[in-house]
């Protein structure tokens, strides 16, 4: 018997978001943020995943094989961002990190989140928000991936 389990209401830094099309809370962050960011279906991120993972021989939700996945969709990883205290952003301030950064064309944005979490940035109402089926903006940013055209 499974339950229904409400996602968070929306807030100012974060979206509710879940790409799964059985709409499951599952351990497929990697495939809900690409999802999301590369504008394609659950199936399709799946499909792409595991045929990499076949090449490479790597799981198919390990960061060496999703690096691969959006180096082939023309997306450049970027360094953990930091304060300039040395401090690292956390998600909801990676939001106003991203709305500052990108002023005029607005990119979708895939980060590590947490200790091995994954999520999409979007923006949505005039800001970026973390788009995902939990509010993750409490944890700490890792290393994100931009479309190469928006790299520094």
């Known amino acids: 018997m499974s339950r229904k389990i409400k996602m968070p209401a929306e807030t100012s830094t974060y979206y509710p978001y879940n790409a799964n099309p059985s709409g499951k809370r599952t351990g497929d962050c990697v495939i809900r943020a690409f999802s999301y960011a590369l504008n394609i279906t659950w199936d399709q991120v799946l499909d792409e995943l595991v045929q990499m993972s076949h090449n490479l021989k790597y799981a198919p939700l390990s960061v060496e094989n999703y690096d691969r996945v959006l180096v082939r969709h023309g997306w450049i990883k970027q360094k953990m961002p930091k304060k300039l205290d040395n401090r690292r952003y956390r998600g909801n301030e990676f939001c106003e990190y991203l709305n500052t950064k990108y002023t005029g064309n607005h990119p979708n944005i895939i980060a590590k989140i947490g200790s091995h ?6 923006y949505i109402d005039s800001t970026y928000k973390c788009c995902d089926i939990w509010d993750c903006t ?9 479309d190469a055209k928006y790299s520094d």
């Open 117 to 122: 979490h994954v999520t999409c940035f979007k």
């Open 138 to 146: 409490d944890n700490c940013i890792g290393t994100w991936w931009v």
